[in-house]
């Protein structure tokens, strides 16, 4: 039993107040890694633990990450903070660092990456690939990927890499062809990059139609450096979510809405890369479904944290810290297709984020501060302190 909850938030409205279902001076009864009870403090129970009047939450569904790479990026991040526009260009740059590295070495850099995640408060975890965009690489980084958690996707339509280059149709026809097949026993989902200087709406429609005749779900790239087709596209294909957009016209947010599309924003890659934040309070007052992941990668988004999200959300594209905290729960959620995390409820699985905080405010109110006291529970495979990466 988890005991001694100042607020407990279920996400479940029958369970408690208002849309996110909290519960005040709540405890949580655990057994064999699912919720069995949901009620107020002081139940009985075989072990206690004792929260300290410390806030819980569902833990966060990080449905947009590429965790699996090697080098890193920082100079490109400082020359753009003084003031080199982002294009996408440095992608290639850790798609070499990757081809070179060993899957020992990319294994053990996971699995540090991966106990970050936890530490952070992240109990569902999306990884794509997309740095190795050849056959080998793309079947090596998704197979790795697998070996931790079910949500894995192919994102071979990245960029086109520099062997490629000038003959994007002739590696859209390899990313539909050899490479699907090759990564087709480790994916859940395939992504496009649908985007100027990645892969136009042609290109983009030929790789999900391939993808979804593999049986694989459809995700998409879209919007992030201008308005452009992309969450037409999105839309039309049935994709459970566009990842991105930034920049959304008054058809997009339409489209959506009448959709069952999520549109997940990424608000850290805007940080990092000095692009406008997405106006989410427009999109969820057009009664969009939205997201918040956090696109952990080397380039534009190095950071692991769904706590620092959920600041920028709240401080910089107008949303409530109710709307952040379900974006990255049951939007989260939705945009992986879910329905059984996100939330807490008897029957459902134990995942919690304990704040070291009383209540849910502060996630927002102390941006920066490593709120997370405790992490339990999570759907992926979390890599023992010991272990190196090797076998």
């Known amino acids: 039993m988890i005991d001694n909850i100042s607020e407990l938030i279920t996400n479940v409205p029958e369970l408690g107040a208002g849309s996110l279902g909290i519960v005040d001076d709540a405890s949580v009864v655990v057994e064999n890694g699912k919720v069995v009870a949901i009620g107020p403090a002081g139940a009985l129970a075989d072990q206690r633990l004792d929260a300290g009047g410390r806030c819980v939450l569902p833990g966060f569904v990080d449905s947009h990450t590429h965790l699996v790479f090697a080098g890193e990026r920082a100079e490109e991040f400082t020359r753009r903070m003084a003031g080199e526009p982002y294009d996408g260009g440095g992608i290639r740059v850790t798609t070499e660092a990757t081809r070179a590295a060993s899957r020992q070495a990319l294994r053990a850099s996971l699995h540090r990456r991966l106990r970050e995640v936890h530490r952070a408060g992240t109990t569902t975890v999306e990884i794509k690939s997309g740095y190795g965009l050849s056959v080998e690489s793309e079947a090596l980084i998704t197979s790795l990927a697998g070996e931790v958690t079910a949500e894995t996707t192919f994102l071979g339509a990245h960029v086109v890499p520099s062997e490629y280059r000038g003959r994007a149709d002739d590696y859209t026809a390899l990313v539909c062809g050899p490479m699907l097949e090759s990564v087709r026993p480790h994916a859940r989902w395939i992504d496009v990059f649908c985007e100027t200087g990645a892969f136009n709406v042609d290109q983009s429609r030929a790789v999900l139609e391939a993808g979804r005749n593999a049986g694989l779900g459809l995700r998409l790239h879209a919007n992030q450096l201008d308005h ?82 959920i600041a920028l959300a709240v401080r910089d594209m107008r949303m409530t810290i109710d709307e952040a905290i379900a974006a990255v729960t049951t939007g989260g959620a939705a945009a992986l297709r879910r329905s059984d995390v996100g939330r807490l409820s008897p029957g459902g699985p134990a995942h919690l984020a304990i704040l070291d905080a009383p209540s849910r405010h502060h996630l927002a109110y102390r941006p920066g501060v490593p709120l997370i006291w405790r992490t339990v529970g999570a759907d992926y495979r979390l890599p023992s302190t010991g272990d190196r990466g090797g076998g």
């Open 228 to 309: 452009g087709p992309g969450v037409r596209l999105g839309v039309e294909m049935g994709c459970a979510s566009v990842d991105h957009c930034t920049y959304l016209s008054d058809d997009d947010l339409e489209m959506l809405a009448a959709s069952d599309t999520v549109a997940t924003f990424l608000p850290a890659a805007d940080f990092s890369t000095r692009q406008p934040y997405p106006d989410a309070r427009r999109a969820i007052d057009a009664g969009v479904q939205v997201a918040i992941a956090s696109n952990c990668n080397p380039g534009s988004s190095y950071t692991t944290s769904i706590s620092f999200c």
